[in-house]
């Protein structure tokens, strides 16, 4: 079963043991664009948001697919 969106980022958060305010203050972006991200509520965010996301988590855009085959 293949993660969303959401849990992936929950996961690699917890992993490094850090937070959506972390994740606000290192990406730039407000708390209140990231937590409905995170707790799924928004599904499809701008590219520009999941490219800091991918960058402060130093990861690729790719690692975020939900549907790899």
Same mark, same amino acid.
């Given at each position: 079963m293949a993660l969303? =969106?959401?849990e992936k980022i929950k996961f690699m958060l917890d992993?490094?043991?850090k937070t959506i305010y972390w994740l606000a203050k290192e990406?730039? =972006?407000a708390f209140g664009a990231l937590?409905?991200?995170v707790s799924g509520k928004?599904?499809?965010p701008s590219f520009e948001t999941m490219e800091k996301i991918a960058d402060v988590l130093d990861i690729s855009l790719d690692e975020f697919r939900t549907n790899k085959k």
């Open positions: 969303t =969106l959401a992993n490094n043991g990406t730039g =972006l937590y409905p991200i928004r599904k499809y």
